[in-house]
């Protein structure tokens, strides 16, 4: 009897536990180009659960806020200038740097919302092989299987 009860609790919170995890924000898609020769747009694309309130974004390098929408944390002071997060319509929050600097940088784009677990995701920009921003740079970062199967149809027929 003792079991059975033991399992029925840890079946609850295994349950409860899934389900929190099922239904919490996530990082889909991190893309970046440049905007002019110096300046970076980087647009992080998220999920959230059905009729959720509009979430808090954030960019960071390492442990340094370039900017982000929580009225409640403060950009660090040598971006202000230099960086904005926005949110737009379609889950985007993104990133606008100026002067982006020579060599690899990191960018990390945070999700949360309310008080549940951030979402992130990272990704290292080399700004030499940065690609304008247009239609086509977006689709080869955001579909590049895709592009890669018409492109070899196209060259089989």
């Known amino acids: 009897m003792h079991q059975r009860r033991n399992l029925g609790r840890m079946f609850l919170l295994i349950t409860v536990f899934l389900f929190g995890f099922a239904s919490a924000q996530k990082v889909v898609q991190l893309s970046y180009c440049s905007v002019a020769e110096n300046n970076l747009r980087m647009d992080c694309k998220y999920a959230l659960p059905a009729e959720s309130p509009e979430p808090f974004c954030k960019?960071?390098?390492?442990?340094r806020i370039l900017d982000t929408t929580d009225p409640d944390e403060e950009q660090h002071s040598s971006y202000k200038s230099r960086a904005k997060a926005r949110i737009f319509p379609g889950n985007i929050c993104r990133l606008l740097f100026k002067n982006l600097s020579k060599g690899k940088s990191n960018f990390t784009c945070n999700?949360?919302?309310?008080?549940s677990a951030t979402a992130t995701k990272t990704s290292m920009v080399e700004k030499k092989l940065l690609l304008p921003c247009s239609a086509?740079?977006?689709?080869?970062?955001?579909?590049?299987?895709?592009?890669?199967?018409?492109m070899t149809v196209s060259t089989l027929l």
């Not at 999700?111 to 008080?115: A, L, S």
């Open 59 to 63: 960019y960071t390098q390492g442990e």
């Open 111 to 115: 999700i949360r919302q309310g008080d």
């Open 136 to 150: 086509w740079s977006v689709l080869l970062q955001s579909c590049s299987s895709l592009l890669l199967t018409l």
